[in-house]
């Protein structure tokens, strides 16, 4: 790989994941198991941090600032990464404080995460809140770094460019054409899309929108690969026809999922151990199910991004769920 700028990066996740054969309602599929790349850091936000937190280290910052739901896997991630190289986080959340948190939430007090919490249209303003709180506390002699909404930068998405690089040695191209994940606020999907042109492989990229209506999904995937071509001075054009939005399967919202979703992770669960959670690689297998699962071995693969700790928010409805006979 030929390209004039590549960013550098720390090592913080336990990379390269597995690929797993898995058989399901006797079909069989190919699912990348990147909810393997950590513990406290689990899923796929820390492969973005790699790269996102080599310069707040290097530099020596006091506090990173990020941002999204009370229930975000991004947000833990960011805090306990930043929290293993000596720097303190705060985190503005999108949604209420409560004395008996649960999940992410939970641990991100366990780490003692300074935190503020933003109604739904406060945190459309996240970024500039970010902003004005990161120039208050530097004209106080304090070294400040804003991570974006996922970890969705131009930067950000090189964690899933390089992946691209780890399935490639590990020859699952061979078998599969597609990749297919949940896109919340686009990143990961980017980083693929980009990767797969910069590693010269014929990929289709299928992005689950679990949080964004499907034109501005689409358009932040897209803008943030353009940024990062450009940026980065990459010997790449960017092919739109790569990307395709997988529609319709959170209209129950992002911070919510359906009885008909929950049955199937019940059954997914129950036959190969693996749990997936609510907010995206539930809704995700879904459309999986749905799209591929008619053909006997789909030549698509499921990358399980993570999000387990996100199960124990709604574990009430999980267990209601659970109670239904298979």
Known sequence: MKTQLIPKRISLANIPTPIQ????????????????????????????LEYLLFQPRKEKADVIFTCGGEQSNHARA??????????????????KNSSNADGNLFLDKVLGCELRFLSKNEFGNATIIMAEEKLSLEKKGKKVFLIPEGGSSPLGIWGYIHAIEEMQKQNIFRRCNAILT???SGGTSAGLLVGSL????????????????????????????????????LPIKLDEKR???LDGYSQEG?????????????????????????????????AYYDNF??????????????????????????LLSFEEKI
């Open 293 to 318: 699962l008619s053909v006997r071995t789909p030549k698509t693969l499921f990358i399980h991004t993570g999000g387990l700790y996100g199960v124990f928010s709604k574990r009430k409805k999980y």
């Open 78 to 95: 960011t805090a306990f990464a930043a929290a293993s190289l000596g720097m303190k986080s705060k985190l503005f959340l999108w949604g």
């Open 198 to 233: 910069l590693f010269n492989q014929n990929l289709k990229i299928l992005a689950v929108n679990v949080l964004y209506p499907k034109d501005e999904i689409r358009n932040k995937i897209i803008t943030l690969a353009e940024q990062a071509i450009k940026d980065y001075r």
């Open 21 to 48: 054969k898995i058989s399901f309602e006797g079909k069989s599929f190919f699912i990348k198991r990147d909810d393997f790349t950590g513990m406290e850091t689990s899923g796929n936000k820390i492969r973005k």
């Open 243 to 245: 990307l395709e939005i």
């Open 182 to 184: 949940a896109s919340g």
């Open 254 to 286: 992002y911070k919510h999922i359906s009885n008909d979703k929950l049955l199937l992770i019940k059954k997914f669960a129950r036959h190969t151990g693996i749990v997936l959670d609510p907010a995206y690689t539930g809704k995700a297998f879904k």
